[in-house]
């Protein structure tokens, strides 16, 4: 592949991950609690990851583990060690969020936080491919 594809193909992953950002922050702003929100974060995460990996011409795994997708990462840009708290966190939102009857019932500031956390990886997976290109 292509310096071209490879580019095209991470910015396929950076706009699925900012399209779920940006349903994740009409999620935020009702007065309803939304569940799919900390499930959201997760996938916003995974996507940048992923898309980060993509852009370096690595194969991103077929795993929802962000800690393992981070490990990948680290190897590329080892500053991003500091996004390790936020990619355990959200780790744990991808299944049990999504089926009843196990979906837990978060606060606002539950669901705050794993969107918080969701932003931290997008803010640093950006900063450095803004600087790489």
Known sequence: MNNNTQE?????WFDAAISD??????????????PQVVFLSQQIAEKFLKGFLVLYKI????IHDLT?????CLKIEPS??????????LTGYYIEVRYPPDIPDYTKTEIQEAFNHAKLVKEA???????KR
């Open 21 to 34: 950002y940006k349903y994740a922050l009409v999620g935020l702003k009702e007065n309803q609690v939304f």
């Open 68 to 72: 393992k997708l981070l490990d990948e």
């Open 125 to 131: 997976v950006i900063s450095i491919v803004e600087q």
């Open 8 to 12: 095209q193909l991470a910015n396929e």
């Open 80 to 89: 991003l060690e500091k996004l390790r708290d936020a990619c355990e966190v």
């Open 59 to 62: 194969e991103p795994p077929r």
